[in-house]
Every structure is written in C-alpha cells, then in structure tokens.
Nanobody, 127 residues
Framework: EVQLVESGGGLVQAGGSLRLSCAHSGFPFVESAIGWFRQTPGKEREGVSCIKRTDGSTYYADSVKGRFTISSDNAKNMVYLQMNSLKPEDTAVYYC????????????????????WGQGSQVTVSS
C-alpha cells in the first residue's frame, strides 16, 4: 500500500520559514519522483518542486526558486521542502505526491501524472 503523509504546515509571518515533511512508503516503481504541489481555493493545483529518487535531481517553479529547497533522505523514505522568505502568496494547501521519474523535469511535473497523493498540509503566511 502506497502512503504519503505530510507534516510541518502552519501559520507564519511574511519573511519567515517553515519546513514541510513527506513520509512516503510502498511506492512500487524504482525510478520514481516525489513532487510538492500547492492549491488555493478556486485555482488549479500548482507544481512547486520535485526530486528524482534515482539521482537526486531537483526542479523548482520560478515563483519559489531561491527561496524553497527540496531534499530527500532515501534511507528514511522522507522528502522535505524547506521554505524560506515566505510571502502571503505562498499561502495554500501543500501536497506531496509520488510519480514516475520521467514526470520530474525542468518546468515539467504535471500534477495529473502523479499517481499517489498525501492528504495535504495547510501553510498560511500572514502579511
């Protein structure tokens, strides 16, 4: 059974930091990737970042480059999203998801290609 569980969301002031964690297990494919996505009411789910479990390649949306860092600890089946210099527009529900590694490339990590999803974690950035 595939499981992904996010944690670490919360309320923070603009300019602050949060670290999201994603505990994942059971994914059946060796060449896989973990992505972070976010969604606000009335908007489509947006890709934030992804990391390939095979070689550690990472990719970021332009809106978070230089502020967010994705990392993984494969021994612990954990993926992290360190979010610094947070802005009110970063407010959203953040999801981690698992998919095939071929769906984690520069400017290409479509949510619809990620098969398994966590329950989401709310991040609220106050101005």
């Amino acid at each position: 059974e595939v499981q992904l569980v996010e944690s670490g969301g919360g309320l923070v002031q603009a300019g602050g930091s949060l670290r999201l964690s994603c505990a994942h297990s059971g994914f059946p494919f060796v060449e896989s990737a973990i992505g972070w996505f976010r969604q606000t009411p009335g908007k489509e789910r947006e890709g934030v970042s992804c990391i390939k479990r095979t070689d550690g390649s990472t990719y970021y949306a332009d809106s978070v480059k230089g502020r967010f860092t994705i990392s993984s600890d494969n021994a612990k089946n954990m993926v992290y999203l360190q979010m610094n210099s947070l802005k009110p527009e970063d407010t959203a529900v953040y999801y981690c998801a698992a998919g095939l590694a071929l769906y984690c490339e520069e400017n290409f990590y479509p949510a619809y290609e990620y098969t398994y999803w966590g329950q989401g974690s709310q991040v609220t950035v106050s101005s």
